[in-house]
């Protein structure tokens, strides 16, 4: 199994930016996914990027460009930078760790982006 400690959000104006960091309790290369997802209030929990063990990532298609997913193997961390960011952008962000037999969230970071 596997804990997750997020930390990173906060209160940015749109335009600015912003890192969340994702700290795992075991290896990353012995997770096969990892990924952010976050959820506004009213909305569901959607994807915004994941990557795989391998180093593939994908994005969801309303933060492609501004978003970056990177991992760090030797602090077992993963990182998404938000650029551009916009209030719709406004969420509280979850990350994920997802193998054969578990699927761990994060306690979830609040990003908060003002007009």
């Known amino acids: 199994q596997v804990q997750l400690v997020e930390s990173g959000g906060g209160l940015v104006q749109a335009g600015g930016s912003l890192r969340l960091s994702c700290a795992a309790s075991r290896s990353m290369s012995t997770i096969p996914t990892m990924g952010w997802y976050r959820q506004a209030p009213g909305k569901q929990r959607e994807l915004v990027a994941a990557i795989t063990s391998g180093g593939s990532t994908n994005y969801a298609d309303s933060v492609k460009g501004r978003f970056t997913f990177s991992r760090d193997n030797a602090k077992n961390t993963v990182y998404l930078q938000m650029n551009s960011l916009k209030p719709e952008d406004t969420a509280v962000y979850y990350c994920?760790?997802?193998?054969?037999?578990?699927?761990?969230w994060g306690q979830g970071t609040q990003v908060t982006v003002s007009s």
């Open positions: 994920n760790a997802r193998g054969r037999y578990y699927d761990t």
